[in-house]
């Protein structure tokens, strides 16, 4: 119990590191690279978070090729 404190900072940051990664990957698969689908993500008003993101992109890329679509439109 001596590191919880410290390890539940740690398993956020590498949560997070893991959702980036998947965007990522599959943003690249559809054209676009991670900070640019974040940009035209904001600049459409696209309020989703990377953790939906990254689960869209696991178990369903059509639907994460529908948002990158719209958002790079926009």
């Known amino acids: 119990m001596a590191y919880a404190y410290r390890d539940r900072r740690n398993r956020k940051r590498d949560m997070r590191r893991l959702w980036i990664i998947r965007i990522n990957a599959a943003a690249r698969t559809n054209g676009v690279s991670y900070s640019r689908l974040v940009s035209d993500l904001r600049e ?31």
């Open 44 to 74: 459409a008003n696209i309020a989703i978070d990377r953790k939906m993101l990254a689960e869209l992109a696991v178990n369903n890329p059509a639907a994460f090729a529908a948002v990158v679509k719209t958002a790079t439109q926009a």
